[in-house]
């Protein structure tokens, strides 16, 4: 017997179990989205290998080591997307949509890094993106800030997540202030980690995040951005602050959050949590108003952030609603009654439009049929027998409820459902 092919590493089926919490968080993020006034746009998967050499920085870890990057049969250089903001830039471009425009746009999609595969962090992962392009103002900042607070509440995972924010000032602050730091580390060369040594001459700022605990006090004791920031940056960010205080959202400023892509600069902000181990960036964030212009556009205010699915779905709990489950499960008791049971399954279907119905198939007694229908999760089993249809009748035993089942004309069906099946709760992700 030969091998089983199995999925690559890092690359993961997602199994109707598990599909009902992805399908509830996109479909709570469209229905935002729509609410804030955001559409959507959808985006290749592949594009030229340059467009992320120049957004992201050709001496960033992603551009060195993690993208999946192929040459096509024309010989063009070819990279499956790392993140999705350079994508959106391109297209924005190329089809005209930026020159005095505003545009608040929102994607969904997998993502390719080529990383270590752990919980929370895989080679293909997802991501839902909002792009907003044309708005100076750190209002817009707080727009979107307010809008993933929205979708927390929403989702039921606000006590779970906590927002922490920077700002990173002007290009011109960030260079003087990448010497600044880059000086006082040459002095604690000894305690660097490999990955701070490598990094110390190609993308400095990100030694400021690392998570080796023997690292903290010399990054703590660092010289901080925000010390150094530009009077218009300054003023940007209190903006930002008092637009949250005066929402109510609770913040924490952490002079240490730097983003790993080079295009950012002002406000940088991250949701948190500490539910899910070392992966604990569920939302990341913030402004890149010098990328359209980097991609060979006018120069264009811009900011964005990106969710992460995985680790999104991973905090929700047991009690998402799988959206499909059947409701109903016809069980068909004899040869006649099969026959007859995919015409009435089609005429409540034409009578019921959203009505989820299962019909049973592959034979097999009525006991077995029965455990089946209530192993589908469907709450009702419409039965059809031949005493069933002798009388033009059809049997109805509530699968959920201990109760007495119901014989009810054929003509009675339909309002019978109607009224039973309306505000139901379905049965609960497993």
């Known amino acids: 017997m030969s091998k089983s092919i199995q999925a690559i590493r890092g690359m993961n089926d997602i199994l109707p179990g598990e599909t009902a919490r992805w399908q509830f968080v996109e479909s709570v993020f469209q229905r935002l989205m729509a609410g804030y006034g955001y559409r959507e746009i959808r985006l290749p998967i592949v594009e030229k290998t340059e467009l992320f050499k120049r957004s992201i920085g050709e001496v960033t870890d992603i551009v060195e080591k993690e993208m999946y990057t192929f ?3 024309n010989g063009d250089s070819l990279t499956l997307r790392p ?18 425009q505003i545009q608040r746009l929102w994607y969904k999609g997998p993502m390719f890094r080529h990383e270590r595969p752990q919980k929370g962090r895989y080679r293909q992962f997802h991501q839902l993106g909002v792009e907003v392009f ?18 927390w509440r929403e989702l039921g995972i606000a006590a779970d997540v906590r927002l922490e924010i920077n700002s990173l000032g002007s290009s011109e602050v960030r260079r003087a202030y990448r010497d600044t730091l880059v000086n006082y580390l040459n002095q604690h060369l000894e305690q660097l980690d490999a990955d701070s040594l490598r990094r110390l001459d190609t993308n400095p700022l ?5 998570k080796n605990p023997d690292m903290q006090t010399l990054i703590e004791a660092a010289p901080k951005l925000m010390e150094q920031l530009d009077e218009a940056s300054r003023q940007h960010f209190e903006g930002l602050c008092r637009r949250l205080d005066e929402a109510g959202i609770a913040y924490r400023v952490n002079p240490c959050l730097v983003r790993g892509l080079d295009y950012y600069s002002r406000t940088v902000y991250e949701w948190v949590t500490d539910k899910l181990g070392a992966q604990g960036t569920v939302c990341a964030g913030g402004r890149f108003d010098v990328l359209v212009e980097q991609l060979g556009g006018r120069a264009t205010p811009a900011l ?11 905090l929700l709990d047991d009690k998402v609603v799988d959206s499909e489950l059947p409701q109903a499960y016809l069980v068909a008791n004899g040869e006649a009654a099969e026959f007859m049971s995919q015409v009435l399954a089609e005429q409540l279907r034409d009578e019921l439009p959203t009505l989820r119905l299962l019909v049973h198939s592959g034979g097999g007694s009525f006991k077995s049929q029965m455990k089946r229908a209530d192993k589908s999760g469907a709450r009702l089993a419409l039965i059809l027998g031949e005493d069933e249809m002798a009388q033009g ?5 509530d699968l959920r409820v201990d109760c007495e089942q119901v014989l009810l004309p054929q003509t009675e069906l339909v309002s019978y459902l109607a009224a039973s099946l309306s505000g139901e709760r379905n049965a609960t992700v497993e």
């Open 134 to 151: 044309g708005c100076t103002g750190p209002d817009i900042d707080a727009e979107t800030i307010l809008l993933t607070a929205r979708l």
């Open 83 to 100: 993140e999705g903001t350079a994508g959106c830039v391109r297209a924005c471009l190329q089809h005209g949509l930026l020159h005095n």
């Open 304 to 314: 964005g952030f990106a969710l992460g699915m995985e680790r999104l779905v991973a």
């Open 206 to 210: 990100r030694i400021l995040d690392s």
């Open 393 to 397: 009748r059809v049997s109805i035993k």
């Open 71 to 73: 040459e096509d049969r």
